[in-house]
């Protein structure tokens, strides 16, 4: 380290987390995952994994206070608790599988404002985010429509647009390319790959992972059972077969040639 | 529901009671019916001067006369039960053409349907020219409670998703060869229903967490600043005004 800079702190850190409902049943057993800044990591695991418990754990939604946790969730450096939730809910933009869970306006300009005037934004400064979030996604001529006259494709990316325009250290993505066809499949690569954000991608889609994420982490049983590259990840069969992780019928990812 | 039900009682154009600001518009179809409702039911001459004024403002709005009377149809069960009151109130009799009637009955059928009547207009003439959007934000600029505006606009947006719940669900239904026929098949209904219902409450859970991800604490940021000049307060108080004027002339005849 050279004396006078000091590296960005990594944008997600999650240090021995565990956690139990409620009920009793046990969903994370000690998670330990480190995601720097800039990265696009993929989160694969079969159904049942904890994926999604994971993930409202990146925002404080699980944690203390529901159920029995252990272990540290910090956001670039900052730790995940009640004291600083509005921020890190700032920070974390999770972008749920269903676009109509997550675009509750009654139309879109109003939908991607709605988390930076929570935040305190007004007037034109709003309206700039807004616009610009929009733009980022390609969606900005369709500001003014409701979502649910939207196509599912469109109205996933406005999902993007709506964290967004919160300026996140991090995107969350929970099963991006779930019910779209192949083009509308396509053009959210694009959207995703042309973010300068630290993005993770909680996904079954094997190929779409190898597309977009240099880098992968299997969560299996509760704990993180694998942390490598994509690729290596997808050719090792026998660590593939042992997590429920199947390839789409004659896609080879050794065959591919990824972007370094 | 939704946007669909938005599209079919709104009426797009650009009249100066479109253009007015929608908690105006609230406010003087409100004070409209108030003074309507307070007029003597004696004063018929007053009804009519009301229902001109209506006509007035349907003009100004270029609404249509074919269209406002098909919306008023919306008041035909309350008038069904008018037209019972002068056969089955108590008091003295009167003979029209041949059949006994109740004077009181009689003339409360006539308060209803009149009253009602201006009523039921002056509340088209509001939707069919302010948006079902617009409406929530002046009722919010009303002051109404924050809560029930939030309730009223989740509905408009979820509506229509919900409604297409419904039509998928219907759909699966008939694929497997089942039509509702008779009371044999309620409970299929039923179990239907308890199933939407349930699907719904869940999506509402997912919605809440969507909401709370991204800074929501329970109050809607106010994104939209709606705000009346004097003169637009004065023009859409000339409607409740006017019909007050009559009102007072009525009381003192």
């Not at chain 1, 079969?46 to 029995?68: D, E, F, M, W, Y």
């Not at chain 2, 006369?65 to 108590?90: D, Q, T």
């Not at chain 2, 997912?206 to 637009?232: E, F, I, K, N, W």
């Amino acid at each position: 380290m050279t004396p006078g800079t000091t590296p960005p702190a990594p944008s997600l850190e999650v240090e021995g987390l565990a956690y139990a409902y409620p009920d009793g049943h046990q969903a994370l057993f000690g998670v330990d995952l480190t995601v720097a800044r800039g990265e696009r990591v993929a989160l694969l695991g079969p159904n049942g994994a904890g994926k999604t418990t994971l993930v409202l754990h990146l925002n404080g939604i699980l944690g203390a206070g529901s159920g029995s946790s252990a272990g540290t969730v910090r956001v670039a450096g900052l730790p995940v608790g009640k004291r600083h939730l509005a921020e890190v809910r700032r920070r974390v933009g999770i972008v749920f599988q269903d676009p109509d869970d997550q675009l509750f306006m009654p139309t879109v300009r109003e939908d991607v404002a709605f988390g930076p005037a929570a935040a305190g934004l007004r007037g034109e400064e709003l309206d700039d985010t807004v616009r610009r979030a929009l733009e980022r996604v390609g969606m900005a001529e369709h500001a003014d429509r409701p979502p649910h006259h939207l196509s599912f494709g469109q109205r996933r990316r406005v999902a993007v647009a709506t964290v967004l325009a919160m300026e996140p250290e991090i995107l969350v993505l929970d099963e991006p390319s779930s019910n779209l066809d192949p083009a509308s499949r396509r053009e959210l690569a694009d959207v995703l790959r042309s973010l300068d954000v630290t993005v993770l991608m909680v996904t079954h889609d094997l190929p779409y992972a190898l597309e977009l994420c240099p880098r992968s982490v299997v969560l299996s049983g509760g704990v993180i059972a694998a942390d490598g590259r994509t690729q290596e990840l997808l050719c090792d069969t026998e660590l593939m077969r042992r997590h429920r992780l199947e390839l789409p019928f004659g896609f080879d990812p050794s065959s591919v040639t990824v972007p370094v | 529901m939704g946007s669909g039900h938005t599209h079919k009682l709104y009426r797009h154009g650009t009249s100066p009671v479109h253009g007015m600001p929608p908690h105006c518009k609230i406010a003087a179809v409100f004070g409209f019916v108030l003074v309507v409702v307070s007029t003597p039911r004696e004063a018929f001459w007053a009804f009519g001067a009301y229902a001109l004024l209506l006509a007035g403002v349907a003009a100004a709005a270029r609404i249509p006369p074919g269209f406002l009377l098909k919306r008023l149809l919306v008041e035909v069960p309350f008038v069904a039960f008018a037209l019972l009151m002068p056969f089955v109130a108590e008091g003295p009799r009167t003979e029209v053409l041949g059949v006994q009637l109740s004077v009181s009955g009689l003339w409360g059928a006539w308060n209803i349907l009149a009253k009602g009547t201006l009523g039921v207009a002056a509340s088209v003439l509001l939707a069919s020219t302010t948006e079902l959007r617009a409406l929530l934000l002046g009722l919010q600029r009303l002051r109404m409670p924050p809560l029930l505006v939030q309730i009223a606009s989740f509905m408009i947006r979820y509506g229509d998703v919900i409604a297409d719940e419904m039509r998928r669900m219907r759909i699966a239904r008939a694929s497997r060869g089942f039509e509702a026929r008779g009371i044999r098949h309620w409970g299929v209904l039923g179990k239907t229903a308890g199933a939407l219902f349930i699907r719904s409450y869940e999506r509402g859970e997912r919605v809440h967490l969507a909401m709370v991800s991204r800074g929501y604490t329970g109050t809607m940021p106010d994104l939209h600043t709606v705000s009346a000049t004097r003169a637009q307060w004065a023009h859409a108080a000339a409607l409740p005004a006017a019909a007050l004027a009559v009102c007072l002339i009525g009381w003192t005849l």
